[in-house]
């Protein structure tokens, strides 16, 4: 069965529901609930469930993102974001809605926290891993809020039921969401409770991102090597560009690449992935119902797109040229496409996938060297020959990157930045790689001739966040510019 992780979530949609409207029947569902293993999973599962809607991580969320980015354009209602100047109103309201979203899956992260210590069926083991995979989504739900917008109310199992939370600093919200984090290394199996729950590489993986986005260079390179040495992944072979739909494709079953994915499907009808439905023109064949074309880019006046080598699988499956009024050179983005379906698509989003870990696993070996070496160039060159389909393990001159035209830090980290730049296209990644190596100013005044605003580079505190929680100031407490 492909997608196991929403089967259970009607289980809870109506304690869920209750939960929402009625504050005393939340207390009834809590004292009766949580008690078994199964009414822990099925609490589990509704973590889940706030963040796959369409205004969160099953489609706008990657919008917003990708738009940013020095490759991509946004359309419509997005177009604002092309202007790098901060939100407009409409996109204020959107991002509001995700921290919305992304603070009920910590609400529900933060019942199971709370409510498996008092469970009378549930074995020590079971607890710690039931518990291990709460504070997982919790730990990388406010690593998404603090990248997005700095530091933000710490909403935990103790204060749940307090509004008024003040907002942390940045450095306090990092520490909460590391010590989730390594909990869940700690007590999550190697195995994942079921197929789209995270595993302990799983939790791996999240912290070498976080401590990339800490610049502790030497802990990433270790939970990234963690991850290579378990021997669970490997990057998956392609010898065309269409075999990359062997990780993409809407009919995958689960791939040796796959560290952790947010789960989609077809069926049930409001399972699906609405990426694709924003990602593509009606009638061009890749997506049946139709789509909105949100955002698209230029093969040749984009800076970005017209360099990237025509010879790289990853370019061919990525674009196709779609004109709709602008020019005769812009293409939209298929990475996500779904030609069968009739509703949303069967994607998964690969939040992370063992070529991001190889990707990391190079820069953090180089930084933490102070210059790369031969392990990190192969590293690099594994997801660089599978681009030109190549195997990944056999060195081939004709398209290796050699060390000695690398062999200063910063031009390997630039060619590494580069390559995951390719690799990652499309998956709502490299706007935060921009971020962290803090390059946005530079490389979108280069590729776009754009000069982007201070306020740009964070999210604005909700409207309704400091109207409702008087621990946060709507003017000392908001991020500059808003």
Request: charged fraction near 20%; charge should be neutral.
């Amino acid at each position: 069965m492909k997608h196991a992780i929403y089967l259970l979530l009607a289980a809870l949609s109506f304690t869920a529901c209750s939960r929402v409207l009625e504050e005393k029947p939340q207390a009834i569902a809590e004292e009766n609930f949580y008690n078994s293993p199964a009414e822990v999973q099925a609490g589990l599962n509704a973590i889940y469930k706030p963040i796959r809607q369409s205004g969160s991580m099953s489609a706008l969320y990657q919008c917003q993102l990708e738009i940013y980015t020095e490759y991509m354009y946004g359309r419509g209602s997005h177009a604002p974001l092309n202007d790098y100047a901060g939100l407009d109103n409409t996109n204020i309201t959107r991002v509001g809605d995700m921290w919305a979203q992304f603070y009920e899956a910590i609400r529900n992260a933060n019942i199971v926290i709370k409510k498996i210590p008092t469970a009378r069926n549930l074995n020590a083991a079971d607890a710690a891993r039931f518990t291990a995979e709460a504070r997982f989504m919790r730990g990388l739900l406010y690593f998404h809020l603090v990248r997005n917008w700095g530091g933000v109310p710490l909403r935990t199992e103790e204060n749940m039921a307090q509004l008024d939370v003040p907002r942390a600093t940045t450095e306090a919200t990092y520490q909460f969401l590391l010590a989730d984090l390594l909990y869940a290394a700690d007590n999550l199996t190697a195995v994942p409770r079921l197929d789209g729950a995270p595993s302990k590489w799983s939790a791996s993986a999240v912290l070498a991102d976080v401590y990339m986005n800490l610049h502790d260079y030497t802990k990433a390179r270790d939970a990234a090597a963690a991850v290579i040495n378990s021997g669970k992944y490997a990057l998956v072979q392609v010898a065309t560009a269409d075999d990359y739909d062997k990780i993409f494709g809407p009919d995958v079953q689960g791939s040796p690449e796959e560290v952790f994915y947010l789960k989609f499907s077809r069926t049930p009808a409001d399972q699906g992935f609405n990426y694709p439905m924003y990602a593509h023109y009606p009638n061009s064949g890749y997506y049946k119902p139709g789509g909105y074309y949100t955002f698209y880019s230029d093969a040749v006046q984009n800076k970005f797109v017209a360099q990237w080598d025509k010879n790289d699988l990853r370019y061919k499956y990525n674009w196709y040229v779609q004109t709709f009024g602008l020019t005769n050179t812009t293409i939209l983005n298929k990475k996500f496409s779904d030609k069968v379906t009739n509703t949303a698509a069967g994607n998964d989003f690969p939040m992370y996938r063992y070529a991001d870990i190889v990707l990391f696993y190079a820069e953090c070996l180089a930084r933490a060297a102070g210059a790369p070496d031969a392990n990190a160039m192969e590293m690099l060159n594994q997801i660089r020959r599978r681009a030109y389909g190549k195997p990944t393990a056999t060195p081939d001159p004709a398209v290796d990157f050699k060390p000695s035209d690398y062999s200063s830090l910063d031009a390997f980290i630039s060619l590494v930045v580069r390559e995951r730049t390719y690799e990652n296209c499309s998956e709502a990644k490299h706007w935060f790689d921009l971020k962290r190596l803090g390059i946005v100013k530079q490389v979108i005044k280069d590729m776009k001739n754009i000069t982007v605003a201070d306020k740009h580079l964070l999210w604005p505190i909700p409207t309704n966040e400091y109207n409702y929680n008087k621990a946060i100031d709507p003017v000392k407490d908001q991020n500059p510019g808003y």
